[in-house]
């Protein structure tokens, strides 16, 4: 069975940077596209930013220019930098395996999240 474990979170300051990993098993990570999303209470979770099997990269607007999206295959794990943070950033981050292009529809079952509150 597949698992997702995101990790990294925290009570961040606005201007500030985290890096949030997810590392994945039960899978064959290096043939998956993968993506980070956010969930706000209440709301559908949004993609935040993608990266395909040969590191080709897609962002929100939201988040262009501040987050970068990067991948160990060697540790089937992705990561998140998070650069600059914002308040809105605020909420609990995921990642998922989507098929490119397609960023709504996911693979597997969702990890429990991390956390990140970015306070003013």
């Known amino acids: 069975q597949v698992q997702l474990v995101e990790s990294g979170g925290g009570l961040l300051q606005a201007g500030g940077a985290r890096r949030l990993s997810c590392m994945v098993s039960?899978?064959?990570?290096?043939?998956?596209?993968m993506g980070w999303y956010l969930q706000d209470p209440g709301k559908q979770r949004e993609m935040v930013a993608s990266i395909t099997t040969d590191r080709r990269q897609n962002f929100a607007d939201s988040v262009k220019g501040r987050f970068t999206i990067s991948r160990d295959n060697a540790k089937n794990t992705v990561y998140l930098q998070m650069d600059s943070l914002k308040p809105e950033d605020t909420a609990v981050y995921y990642c998922n395996a989507h098929p490119s292009g397609s960023y709504y529809v996911t693979y597997y079952n969702w990890g429990q999240g991390t956390q990140v509150t970015v306070s003013s």
């Open positions: 039960g899978a064959t990570f290096s043939r998956n596209v």
